[in-house]
């Protein structure tokens, strides 16, 4: 099976091709399907499409057939069910961050799209939609073959229940810098408590206070349990800071989703960050159940059609729609490297106005990045805020770059930072000089710090780096 799998993804071409054959002859075979009924036409071909696919592309039969546009590898294979492009934590020989012994899904997909169309880097830019279980086990054949009905839509429906346009009482200074990029963007992070006492939460920010213009607020973060992000971040908001609200599709199918988002946005939360979350393996909750019932892309696309049509995903409408400034996480570190590109192309399409990428330890491969992020215009449409951060020493780092999915250190780097005398100070020095360098890189709107429980130490780099001056920029909403 396995080199069979191997084989069709080599000869991904010729796939794609017989593939494309199908569809065009498939409309031809309608009057034999309606001769002999969708149903019976359905239990002969079903048990021949599930052998064919399985066998060559280890199909999982979610009914929603997207081979022809990745690859011909299946993206149901995935074990956080991305159906936009690959997670931020593909291991850097390309294995998948939550079953190493295989390879990622999205590193397969990639190769084949460099088969199908040689030069390009993805055959697709689609946004593929989030699955409808209910097709679970169905045919895709048959549908090419007898396409269902279209039920008509209940046109009144929608009209008489259009969500009401309010002017928004929040203010949301993050998203204006964003817009109008008036000066170099600076954002930390933070991870909210493991408590219900907010002080420890507030103490933490106050370090920031007229240092950042926004402060994010991590949604178990690694896959751990901690106060939630939309509580802490409506917290921060009350205490005067913008904040971002971090949230995963790792622990709540669309249902909680939309309703959590609703509810924050209701408490005056503004930015949203969507991301798709650590695998559960990483945290102390090793055992909970994985639920990634969107992936980020869709989970974007879902907030924009609250924020902008005010409906939910079901097409039901709201009350008042939610005022959202939505963005999304990048990782160009690690591979597939030329679908990393295309997967920004999709997050931007589907809402993300503002990007904050994974730690940036490795300049040549961001400024590349950058360089094709540029030729597609993306830095016009969604301010790129390029993340980094400060380790205490060569041993973290490399602790950091084995346990962290997603995080690439070069050697160069841990062997700079472990000949120093002082590695603190050596780690600082090297946060700064990166920070200046990327500063120094067309299209990057600004820099995100990050640190885990390192809340002093990311303020003096701030400051030292010449982001914020305490003083002159003290009035400044954090
Ligand atoms: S590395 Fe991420 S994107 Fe790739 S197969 Fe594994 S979970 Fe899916």
Redesign the pocket.
Known sequence: MKTLRRWSLKHARGMRGLYGLFERMAPRLAPVAEKIGVQRLEAVVLPIERAAKRAFFDCQMCGQCGLSVTGMAC?T??????RN???????LDG?????PE??????DATEGDARILPGHTSTWTRRAAPRDYRLTGRSTWIPMIAPPKAMPVPAAASATQAPRVQDDPVDNPFATLCRERSRFIVTVEISPPDSADPRALLDRAAVFRGLTDAINITDGAGANCHMSSAAASALLHAAGYTPVSQVSCRDRNRIALQGDVLGAAALGIRNVLCL?GD?VSKGDHAGAKPVFDLDSVNLLHTLKGMSERGEYASGRKLQHAPRLFLGATANPFVPPYAERIANLERKVDAGAQFIQTQFCFDIERLEQFMHAVRARGLHRRAAIIVGVGVLSTAKALRWMADHV?GVNVPLSVTERIGAAADQRLEGKRFCIETIQRIRGIEGVAGVHLMGYRNEDVLAQIIVEAGLRTPARDVEAVS
């Open positions: 993206p294979g995935c074990a956080k069910g991305m492009g690959p997670c931020g934590g593909v291991r294995q998948c961050e939550v079953r295989r390879r990622c899904t999205w590193v798709t695998d999915p």
